[in-house]
């Protein structure tokens, strides 16, 4: 088993930067393909990148695709989102999930096995 705690969450602006972190305590996070999914106010959780158990497989979302990137350590079972540019639609409460079956190449798998509380990503002025 894996637990999953998300952080680096908080208010930023427009156009602003964030780096959120995904750390892993259990089982080493090396077995598992992650998955960032977010959030929004009154919509559906969206998956919106990936990565496979080597880092050689990533995924991007339209949505995010040119502005995040996703990447992991691990050596010290953490898995990161860089977030660039960010918008107010990018608010939302931000969750990694884990998985040792889930593929990482055209989406992010919704069933992943284990999941983070989240953390929350406000983007306003």
């Known amino acids: 088993q894996v637990q999953l705690v998300e952080s680096g969450g908080r208010l930023v602006q427009p156009g602003g930067s964030l780096r959120l972190s995904c750390t892993a305590s259990?089982?080493?996070?090396?077995?598992?393909?992650i998955g960032w999914f977010r959030q929004a106010p009154g919509k559906e959780r969206e998956g919106i990148s990936c990565?496979?158990?080597?880092?050689?497989?990533?995924y991007y979302a339209n949505s995010v695709k040119g502005r995040f990137t996703i990447s992991r350590d691990n050596a010290d079972n953490t898995v990161f989102l860089q977030m660039n540019s960010l918008k107010p639609e990018d608010t939302g409460v931000y969750y990694c999930?884990?998985?040792?079956?889930?593929?990482?190449?055209?989406?992010?798998?919704?069933?992943?096995?284990?999941w983070g509380k989240g953390t929350l990503v406000t983007v306003s002025s």
């Open positions: 990565i496979s158990t080597d880092g050689g497989s990533t």
């Open positions: 999930g884990a998985d040792t079956w889930a593929m990482c190449a055209t989406e992010v798998y919704s069933g992943m096995h284990y």
């Open positions: 259990g089982r080493g996070l090396n077995y598992y393909t």
